[in-house]
Nanobody, 127 residues
Framework: QLQLVESGGGLVQPGGSLRLSCAAS????????IGWFRQAPGKEREGVSC????????DYAGSVKGRFTISGDNGKNMVYLQMNNLKLDDTATYYC????????????????????WGRGAQVTVSS
């Protein structure tokens, strides 16, 4: 059974850092892409970053580029999202998602394109 579990959320001050982890089970990251998404109250779920490890395809939303870094450890079936210089607008529930095959730069940020989802981890940026 394919499962995704996020961890590492919490409360942080503006300018601080957090690292989210996504533990994948029941499938191999060699054949599945992982995406990170977030959803703030009253807003649509938005793509933050994605990783297809087979050819090191990585992309980021413009709002996080230069601040967030996605990485993976296929041996451990783990994907991480390092978030630096966090801003108030980064407050949201963060989800990892998986889908088979290589995503496209054109549509990876479309949540409807991703089949499997974790339950989410809350990230709150507040002073």
């Amino acid at each position: 059974q394919l499962q995704l579990v996020e961890s590492g959320g919490g409360l942080v001050q503006p300018g601080g850092s957090l690292r989210l982890s996504c533990a994948a089970s029941g499938f191999s990251l060699d054949y599945y892409a992982i995406g990170w998404f977030r959803q703030a109250p009253g807003k649509e779920r938005e793509g933050v970053s994605c990783l297809w490890s087979s050819d090191d395809f990585i992309d980021y939303a413009g709002s996080v580029k230069g601040r967030f870094t996605i990485s993976g450890d296929n041996g451990k079936n783990m994907v991480y999202l390092q978030m630096n210089n966090l801003k108030l607008d980064d407050t949201a529930t963060y989800y990892c998602a998986a889908r088979g095959g290589r995503p496209s730069r054109d549509w990876w940020s479309d949540a409807a394109r991703w089949k499997y989802w974790g339950r989410g981890a809350q990230v709150t940026v507040s002073s």
